[in-house]
């Protein structure tokens, strides 16, 4: 393929603008902007509003948390990368699971099939999750799952792992995404209604807050709404506003708010424009310590601290020149450390092609690493602090962000704005017009539709091996075969009881998976008390 003349390649746009639309001057000496109100929005690191991390001496006292996302077929077969990714420096577990445990379906369910073990890990029951940790100590390490609609039973499951290793629940430690709303807006691994979901999710605060403390109950994504197209305000505007709404469902079912909030985390995309995604992280973590100060009146320090756990953006990998995605992920990771993450995912390489193979994803190990150790950017605290251009990004982020709070509270909360379909288009509005500069060359994707090569992908990549579904079918219905049926049908039956009426049904969920009953068995009984959600169309 002929590539563009070396003018084409080096032309300059007239107009500059970061991926939120905000303009960008030649520089921003301070008689081009307004002045900056230094000691209000800075302060210092450690203190409020926490615009310069959440820690005096960040990651001079310890690094963040090296936690590689990981999981696919059988949990042998998980449990083997793990293994593999702690032997080489990583620091905290990141569990995938697969779209029928993510769903609550059990892998023999008709609609599960050529899912299983596809895109993350199957687990159907104990059974696979005591598999998944073999070897594992859990009181030693910490793990982070990504499950959203079954969040309630993966917990109860990895507690009951806990339980069997005999480690006490107060010293297991990790986090649990358990974000459904963003399920709505942009993903769609719902199951049940709202207002159910969001029940499970306060039941969670609570049962955490007085049995597992170390726990991180939830993981408010933004994630998630970045890959499905979103600009970088619209990122921390409509997680935060997720954040809100699941702080207002848990005063209103009577929780208190510095027993829930300081166990309350995010986790945000870190894309290609290095000092719009700075700025990003640093405007979202003022706000929120604002939000929790002034609307919710929370009192305890860490109710206020916005931590975050960041992954590298895998809607900017490309399948054309893989190895130029090693390039953007060390741009994206050396975005997240200088806004101050507290732990840290990189994509590898192939994954516009497949699930990472061993030596790709040691690729993006070795990435954070690099950056630990060799950069010298993690021994002193937001170390572009006072820079012209970081503070302003940094200022207009916010500002644009509060406007759309403001919008979503005048048409009557997110729950109301997601109903509406008001952030769905939003969202979609933004992919588009993104999607449209590409195809017009106004936004240049090397390898894509500039610089572009004949030379096509490696031909390695991870496949999973396609008895993977058979071999777990069978192992789950050998396990039904073996359980105490009856103790597990009388855990399920309390179960349901407990959902029809007030209590809390996490240690209902947690006896029904020791006594072996299924993610799916655990799912149904919930579905035919709440129902399941049909999203609305809209346009």
């Given at each position: 393929?002929?590539?563009?003349?070396?003018?084409?390649?080096?032309?300059?746009?007239?107009?500059?603008?970061?991926?939120?639309?905000?303009?960008?001057?030649?520089?921003?000496?301070?008689?081009?902007?307004?002045?900056?109100?230094?000691?209000?929005?800075?302060?210092?690191?450690?203190?409020?509003?926490?615009?310069?991390?959440?820690?005096?001496?960040?990651?001079?006292?310890?690094?963040?948390?090296?936690?590689?996302?990981?999981?696919?077929?059988?949990?042998?077969?998980?449990?083997?990368?793990?293994?593999?990714?702690?032997?080489?420096?990583?620091?905290?577990?990141?569990?995938?699971?697969?779209?029928?445990?993510?769903?609550?379906?059990?892998?023999?369910?008709?609609?599960?099939?050529?899912?299983?073990?596809?895109?993350?890990?199957?687990?159907?029951?104990?059974?696979?999750?005591?598999?998944?940790?073999?070897?594992?100590?859990?009181?030693?390490?910490?793990?982070?799952?990504?499950?959203?609609?079954?969040?309630?039973?993966?917990?109860?499951?990895?507690?009951?792992v806990?339980?069997?290793?005999?480690?006490?629940?107060?010293?297991?430690?990790?986090?649990?995404?358990?974000?459904?709303?963003?399920?709505?807006?942009?993903?769609?691994?719902?199951?049940?209604?709202?207002?159910p979901?969001?029940?499970?999710?306060?039941?969670?605060?609570?049962?955490?807050?007085r049995?597992?403390?170390?726990?991180?109950?939830?993981?408010?994504?933004?994630?998630?709404?970045?890959?499905?197209?979103?600009?970088?305000?619209?990122?921390?505007?409509?997680?935060?506003?997720?954040?809100?709404?699941?702080?207002?469902?848990?005063?209103?079912?009577?929780?208190?708010?510095?027993d829930?909030?300081?166990?309350?985390?995010?986790?945000?995309?870190?894309?290609?424009?290095?000092?719009?995604?700075i700025?990003?992280?640093?405007?979202?973590?003022?706000?929120?310590?604002?939000?929790?100060?002034?609307?919710?009146?929370?009192?305890?320090?860490?109710?206020?601290?916005?931590?975050?756990?960041?992954?590298?953006?895998?809607?900017?990998l490309?399948?054309?020149?893989?190895?130029?995605?090693?390039?953007?992920?060390t741009?994206?990771?050396?975005?997240a450390?200088?806004?101050?993450?507290?732990?840290?995912?990189?994509?590898?390489?192939?994954?516009?092609?497949a699930?990472?193979?061993?030596?790709?994803?040691?690729?993006a190990?070795?990435?954070?690493?690099?950056?630990?150790?060799?950069?010298?950017?993690?021994?002193?605290?937001?170390?572009?602090?006072?820079?012209?251009?970081?503070?302003?990004?940094?200022?207009?982020?916010?500002?644009?962000?509060?406007?759309?709070?403001?919008?979503?509270?005048?048409?009557?909360?997110?729950?109301?704005?997601?109903?509406?379909?008001?952030?769905?288009?939003?969202?979609?509005?933004?992919?588009?017009?993104?999607?449209?500069?590409?195809?017009?060359?106004?936004?240049?994707?090397?390898?894509?539709?500039?610089?572009?090569?004949?030379?096509?992908?490696?031909?390695?990549?991870?496949?999973?091996?396609?008895t993977?579904?058979?071999?777990?079918?069978?192992?789950?219905?050998?396990?039904?075969?073996r359980?105490?049926?009856?103790a597990?049908?009388?855990?399920?039956?309390?179960?349901?009881?407990?959902?029809?009426?007030t209590?809390?049904?996490?240690?209902?969920?947690?006896?029904?998976?020791?006594?072996?009953?299924?993610?799916?068995?655990?799912?149904?009984?919930?579905?035919?008390?709440?129902?399941?959600?049909?999203?609305?169309?809209?346009?």
């Amino acid at each position: 393929m002929a590539t563009k003349t070396k003018a084409a390649n080096t032309e300059r746009r007239e107009h500059f603008r970061t991926s939120s639309g905000i303009e960008l001057p030649v520089d921003f000496n301070p008689s081009n902007t307004e002045p900056l109100e230094y000691d209000r929005d800075l302060g210092d690191p450690g203190e409020f509003p926490y615009t310069r991390g959440v820690k005096r001496n960040l990651y001079r006292g310890r690094l963040w948390t090296m936690r590689q996302y990981a999981g696919y077929a059988s949990a042998a077969e998980s449990n083997a990368r793990y293994k593999y990714l702690l032997s080489q420096g990583t620091t905290g577990l990141s569990v995938a699971f697969d779209l029928p445990t993510q769903i609550g379906l059990d892998s023999d369910d008709p609609l599960s099939a050529g899912e299983v073990g596809k895109v993350g890990v199957a687990i159907d029951s104990l059974d696979d999750m005591l598999a998944l940790f073999e070897g594992i100590p859990l009181g030693e390490v910490s793990t982070s799952m990504t499950i959203n609609a079954t969040a309630a039973i993966l917990l109860s499951l990895y507690l009951a792992v806990a339980r069997k290793q005999g480690v006490a629940f107060e010293k297991v430690s990790g986090t649990l995404q358990n974000d459904i709303l963003k399920e709505y807006i942009a993903r769609g691994t719902y199951i049940f209604p709202p207002a159910p979901s969001l029940r499970l999710i306060t039941d969670t605060f609570a049962f955490c807050a007085r049995e597992v403390p170390n726990w991180n109950t939830i993981s408010i994504s933004g994630y998630h709404i970045r890959e499905a197209g979103s600009t970088a305000v619209q990122e921390v505007a409509f997680t935060i506003a997720d954040a809100i709404a699941y702080v207002e469902a848990a005063l209103s079912a009577g929780l208190a708010i510095d027993d829930f909030a300081p166990r309350i985390s995010f986790f945000f995309n870190a894309h290609n424009n290095l000092l719009e995604e700075i700025a990003k992280f640093r405007a979202a973590r003022r706000l929120w310590a604002r939000i929790m100060r002034e609307r919710f009146h929370a009192r305890d320090p860490r109710s206020l601290m916005l931590r975050f756990h960041t992954q590298t953006a895998g809607s900017t990998l490309t399948a054309q020149q893989p190895e130029v995605n090693v390039v953007r992920t060390t741009i994206q990771a050396l975005a997240a450390v200088l806004g101050g993450t507290q732990s840290l995912h990189t994509n590898a390489m192939d994954e516009a092609l497949a699930l990472p193979t061993e030596d790709a994803a040691r690729v993006a190990l070795r990435t954070q690493q690099v950056i630990a150790f060799e950069s010298g950017v993690a021994d002193t605290v937001d170390p572009l602090a006072g820079s012209y251009a970081i503070e302003e990004l940094t200022r207009e982020i916010e500002q644009r962000v509060v406007a759309y709070l403001d919008k979503i509270d005048a048409i009557g909360g997110t729950l109301r704005a997601i109903e509406t379909g008001y952030i769905q288009r939003e969202i979609q509005n933004a992919a588009y017009e993104y999607q449209r500069a590409i195809e017009t060359d106004d936004a240049i994707v090397v390898g894509m539709n500039r610089f572009q090569s004949d030379e096509g992908p490696p031909v390695k990549t991870l496949r999973v091996d396609p008895t993977i579904e058979r071999t777990q079918v069978e192992r789950l219905r050998a396990l039904r075969e073996r359980r105490d049926s009856i103790a597990a049908e009388t855990e399920l039956v309390k179960l349901e009881e407990a959902a029809r009426g007030t209590e809390n049904v996490l240690p209902r969920i947690l006896d029904c998976v020791q006594a072996y009953a299924t993610v799916g068995e655990i799912s149904n009984r919930l579905r035919s008390v709440w129902g399941e959600y049909r999203e609305a169309v809209t346009v």
